[in-house]
């Protein structure tokens, strides 16, 4: 049988003495709902403000990887433990006005230097001093729509792109950013159902 803890039956004998039992069962009840109610609360504030914050795409501009209302979580933690990589798609505040917030993939990392070249990327670093094409099979026929843009980059900075070149607002147009801004990196799609899964950043030719 389970064991009732002492301060429990103290209770317990001090409330059916005073309001009768039947008030008390109700009385214990709420007690042990509150408890739970504030030990999900510990565990879960902390989960939802420090570790995972879900997020809902608004647009195209992500269009084929992910579309209008979709159902994101963002992983907060992971960029505590080490830096962004190329082709993790990121949620980040928007440098203009940070309370707005975007999602976008980087395609420039610290130290890299990039060109957008008739809608390709050339991305020129230690290990390709002469510049790599990065192969992006992840963009829709859009994909490949934009403006010419010449950006080095900083070690404090990403550029970032948004998967469907021609209705992205990015790094093209507002430039680098700084990774202070950046929130986290996504890590599953919650909804729709059937496309539910986590994401992994694709393997590039760099």
Do not use: C
Not at 80 to 103: A, K, M, Q, T
Request: charged fraction near 20%; aromatic fraction near 12%; hydrophobic fraction near 45%.
């Amino acid at each position: 049988m389970p064991h009732t803890p002492p301060s429990s039956s103290v209770l317990r004998s001090f409330l059916e003495r005073w309001v009768g039992s039947s008030i008390t069962a109700l009385l214990i009840f709420t007690i042990e709902i509150v408890q739970i109610v504030v030990i999900a609360a510990a565990i879960i504030i902390p989960v939802r403000y420090f570790v995972v914050q879900p997020f809902v795409v608004r647009g195209a501009s992500m269009e084929p990887t992910f579309t209008d209302r979709e159902y994101l979580l963002v992983d907060e933690i992971s960029y505590r433990f080490h830096e962004p990589i190329r082709g993790d798609v990121v949620v980040f505040r928007y440098p203009l006005d940070p309370s707005e917030f975007f999602i976008k993939r980087v395609v420039g990392v610290p130290g890299d230097t990039v060109d957008v070249r008739n809608g390709k990327i050339v991305v020129s670093n230690a290990k390709h001093p002469d510049g790599a094409v990065l192969d992006e099979s992840y963009l829709g026929p859009a994909g490949h729509t934009g403006l010419d843009t010449h950006v080095v980059l900083n070690l404090d900075e990403y550029f970032l792109l948004g998967d469907n070149r021609g209705a992205s607002l990015d790094s093209r147009n507002f430039g680098p950013v700084k990774e202070e801004f950046l929130v986290g990196k996504v890590w599953v799609r919650g909804w729709p159902l059937q496309r539910f899964g986590a994401f992994h950043p694709p393997e590039y030719n760099l």
